[in-house]
């Protein structure tokens, strides 16, 4: 039963229904604040970490972080006392922040993907759209975007009010007036839906794209250049980036997706069949939203992981080995010893002839370990560096013996 307390309307629930909430609440406050703190911290510390690409990231930590301290001690409080206490002001306020923060995620979200569809579907208009200026640009665009959506119910295009177990707020879905659902629908779909859509749209071309390319270097097989192998490992890497955004942007859509159906449900006249719980639970799911993202970074992201474990001393477990990022030295020198076997044996007959066998360490450019955040491939060059000094070594032993048996003949 729901009783009018002039700005809001009290609900009669079980007490241990707030201390549940509130418990909820006080884990996701304090995971997220922690967990955004420290992706900003890592990034702040690390110079490697800070590239275009990674500056979205940095805004989403921000993005959850202020979500999280603005949002989750104010709804504790409230859970404890089972009921808003903050007077219609702090509402306002309180529902500003969540809408601004909350909008900003899934726009920087949006961003994130065709930062990421740019590089790989069109490399070289890339090349010219990727800059620190740039992507300050459209960091700048997305928070104004942001705020002309939350300032519009300050402004009477719909309203903040308290909803759920009258513990938190949020905009205006319930009420059936045409300002509100105007809001509620335009809100939907040019926040959540049309995002999601483009979203939908870029990955599905980068990964026909990554499809594509694949499938060309197979066709060329080893007459595969050195310099298409290397375009290859390159949009593997943008690729690798897009995979972390891409369960970033899976899991903040699984936690807003159940919000998104309850105001969607009030909006088409069956707000009657919601109760407070239905209404609090995608509140609460939706808020968490902002603790997932340091813990997908501390599984995938290798860079993120070990500056944390380097200073954050109890952190130091996330350290792991470094991995061997070159491949089979010995194969590709068995071969190339080969192949220098065969030059030497041919310049005693007839000048330098090229030798096929030498192929064989052009295509070691396909197996080159990938830094997935790093924004940077670990190319093979000492294994050039290699084989040019072992190529002049060779050359000069044979050109030295060449004229030391031209002087005993004479």
Not at 105 to 117: G, P, V
Not at 263 to 278: E, H, K, M, Q, R
Not at 397 to 410: N, Y
Request: with cysteine; proline share 4%; glycine share 4%.
């Amino acid at each position: 039963m729901d009783v009018d307390r002039g700005f809001y309307r009290q609900v009669d629930v079980q007490d241990h229904a707030h201390y549940i909430v509130a418990f909820f609440v006080l884990v996701i406050g304090t995971v997220g604040v922690s967990g955004n703190a420290l992706v900003m911290y890592a990034f702040f510390c690390n110079k490697k970490l800070r590239t275009p690409p990674n500056y979205f990231i940095m805004n989403l930590a921000i993005s959850d972080f202020l979500m999280a301290i603005t949002q989750s001690p104010i709804f504790f409080v409230n859970s404890l006392y089972k009921g808003w206490i903050f007077g219609e002001t702090g509402c306002k306020m309180y529902a500003f922040c969540g809408a601004l923060f909350g909008i900003t995620s899934m726009i920087n979200l949006l961003a994130i993907s065709l930062d990421r569809y740019i590089v790989i579907t069109k490399p070289l208009q890339a090349i010219r759209w990727t800059s620190k200026r740039r992507t300050c640009l459209i960091i700048a665009l997305v928070w104004l975007y942001s705020l002309a959506w939350s300032l519009a119910p300050l402004l009477g295009w719909s309203s903040y009010i308290p909803e759920g177990l009258m513990t938190s707020c949020t905009w205006d879905y319930v009420t059936s007036t045409p300002a509100n659902k105007s809001y509620t629908l335009m809100l939907c779909c040019f926040v959540f839906f049309i995002p999601l859509g483009i979203i939908s749209y870029c990955y599905l071309c980068m990964f026909l794209a990554i499809r594509q390319a694949s499938r060309d270097v197979e066709k060329l097989g080893s007459q595969v250049r050195k310099s298409t192998l290397i375009q290859q490992q390159s949009i593997k890497t943008e690729w690798k980036l897009a995979k972390i955004a891409f369960v970033v942007i899976i899991v903040f859509v699984l936690s807003w997706s159940p919000y998104a159906c309850v105001t969607l449900i009030a909006w088409a006249g069956y707000a009657s069949l919601l109760n407070p719980y239905s209404k609090a639970v995608p509140a609460v799911i939706a808020k968490a939203s902002a603790i997932y993202n340091p813990f997908i970074y501390a599984i995938i992201h290798s860079k993120y992981r070990d500056t944390l474990a380097e200073k954050v001393p109890c952190l130091h477990f996330l350290s792991q080995a470094p991995k061997r990022d070159c491949i089979s030295v010995s194969h590709s020198e068995s071969s190339f010893r080969d192949s220098m076997l065969s030059r030497q044996s041919s310049i005693s007959k007839t000048k330098f002839h090229r030798v096929s066998s030498m192929s064989t360490t052009d295509t070691l450019w396909s197996d080159v370990e990938l830094d997935p955040m790093g924004h940077c491939l670990r190319s093979s060059y000492s294994l050039g560096t290699l084989r040019d000094k072992e190529y002049n070594s060779l050359a000069k032993q044979t050109k030295g013996k060449r004229s030391h048996s031209q002087e005993q003949v004479r």
